[in-house]
């Protein structure tokens, strides 16, 4: 029998691998445990996107389909396309709404990311004092549930006399929006390399050419990012404008936004069933905040990694 003699520096060595992994010769299994841990997160995913891709599927094939067609099966494929749905849906209001819509975030959104991006670059680049206080009282802001403070804030439009105006809900939509905007470019604007900032500083630029010239173009895949995540909560948002947005006398004219005009939409019907314009006004509602998330995903992954990556 031929008896190996291992260095005691080997020894050693084997000895720790060995109590680290609790298997002689350090040999972990981690094979069958990663095969589970991959099934679970796989059929976990697999189930999540059937949960939200039969919904759509259903909605956009009722939108061709009549109330007969709908009632009978609710994802077979129609048996004659109809397309009269989405016109009569954008007659009846769907239009004015997606319009209004429209004018509130071509406004809400580059304020919203403007004044966010400042606020978290100072809080991000600068220390003074307060400077922690004052991140965490917009951080908090998240945290914070928008339900409690309805009615301050319906009292406070009031008095600024913006009731049912579109000036109004984009004050609102920026300050809602505020908080994680100046959260995620926090964390963004300090993983940035101080060189750069440094190097402009020694050359004599300002703290604005500094931040628009240097820090900003820098900073544009988390800006890319928080700002479609923007644009899909204020596209979707349906609380804020419910309660800000309503005519305050006869004369007011309606300033509906595209959630509320689907509410509108199913009101309107009464007791005639027309789920096909129903539906098409969903489907008119989702088309563009999907072209978007599609047209934008690579640049939303890079954001969200590269700030934990750096």
């Known amino acids: 029998m031929t008896t190996v003699v291992k260095a005691p520096g ?4 084997e000895k720790k691998r060995a109590s680290a992994t609790g298997h002689p010769g350090g040999k972990r299994k981690s094979g069958s445990d990663g095969m589970v841990l991959n099934v679970f997160s796989h059929g976990f995913l697999a189930v999540w996107g059937i949960l939200i891709i039969l919904p759509l599927i259903w909605l956009v094939l009722g939108s061709f389909k009549t109330d007969v067609q709908i009632g009978e099966s609710a994802l077979s494929w129609p048996a004659n396309w109809h397309f009269d749905a989405f016109p009569r849906a954008w007659n009846k209001g769907i239009g004015s709404y997606f319009a209004n819509t429209l004018i509130v975030m071509v406004f809400s959104v580059p304020l919203t990311m403007l004044l966010g991006s400042m606020a978290a670059y100072v809080l991000a680049r600068y220390p003074f004092r307060g400077n922690r206080p004052i991140y965490y009282f917009f951080v908090s802001g998240a945290m914070f549930p928008v339900f409690l403070a309805l009615v301050p804030l319906f ?19 920026v300050a809602y929006s505020m908080p994680f905007t100046v959260f995620f470019m926090h964390s963004f604007f300090r993983t940035l390399p101080t060189a750069v900032h440094e190097a402009a500083v020694i050359d004599g630029a300002s703290h604005t050419r500094i931040f628009f010239q240097v820090m900003m173009p820098m900073a544009k895949p988390g800006l890319i990012s928080v700002g479609i995540f923007n644009v899909l909560g204020q596209w979707n948002q349906y609380i804020l404008p419910s309660v800000l947005m309503q ?15 689907l509410i509108q939409l199913q009101y309107q019907m009464g007791y005639e069933t027309d789920l096909p314009v129903l539906f098409a006004g969903v489907t008119i509602a989702m088309i563009p905040m999907l072209v978007v998330y599609l047209s934008f995903q690579r640049q939303i992954q890079a954001g969200l990694t590269s700030a934990t990556l750096k």
């Open 247 to 261: 005519p305050q006398t006869g004369s007011d004219p309606e300033r509906y936004m595209l959630t509320q005009g």
């Open 155 to 173: 009292f406070m439009v009031k008095r600024l006399d913006m009731l049912n105006t579109f000036q109004g809900l984009i004050l609102v939509y």
């Open 10 to 13: 080997e020894a050693a060595a």
